[in-house]
C-alpha cells in the first residue's frame, strides 16, 4: 500500500501561482496529477515516471510543471498563469507500472485525499 498526502491548494486569482506538492509514504515508480470540477468527470492534468519522463493534458501545457524532487520524494505540479477553469479538486495519484495513458486514471492504484483549487476571474 501507499499512502499520498496532498498539500498546496487554495484560492487564487486569475494569473496568479499556486504548488501542490504530494507525499508518498514510499516511492512509487509513476505519480500523477488529476482533477475535478463540480459536474465534470475526472481529467488528467499531468504524470511522470522514474526516467523522468513527463506527460500534460494539452490545457495545461506550458502553464503547469510536474516534477519529483528524489531526496525528498515529493511530487510537485507547479501551477502558472492560473484561469478560473482550473478550478477543481486536484488529486494526486500513483502506480508502480508505466504511466497509464488513460485521462480519467482508471489504472492508477493509489489515491490521495485531494486538495481544492479555486481560481477567482
Known amino acids: 500500500q501507499v499512502r499520498l498526502v496532498e498539500s498546496g491548494g487554495g484560492s487564487v486569482q486569475a494569473g496568479g501561482s499556486l504548488r501542490l506538492s504530494c507525499l508518498p509514504s514510499r516511492d512509487v515508480y509513476c505519480m500523477g496529477w488529476f482533477r475535478q470540477a463540480p459536474g465534470k468527470e475526472r481529467e488528467a492534468v499531468a504524470s511522470?515516471?522514474?526516467?523522468?519522463?513527463?506527460k500534460y493534458a494539452e490545457s495545461v501545457r506550458g502553464r503547469f510543471t510536474i516534477s519529483k524532487d528524489i531526496i525528498k520524494n515529493t511530487l510537485y505540479l507547479q501551477m502558472n498563469s492560473l484561469k478560473s477553469e482550473d478550478t477543481a479538486a486536484y488529486y494526486c495519484?500513483?502506480?508502480?507500472?508505466?504511466?497509464?495513458?488513460?485521462?480519467?486514471?482508471?489504472?492508477?492504484?493509489?489515491w490521495g485525499q485531494g486538495t481544492q483549487v479555486t481560481v477567482s476571474s
Open positions: 511522470i515516471d522514474g526516467i523522468p519522463s513527463t
Open positions: 495519484a500513483a502506480v508502480d507500472a508505466i504511466c497509464p495513458s488513460d485521462q480519467m486514471g482508471v489504472h492508477y492504484r493509489y
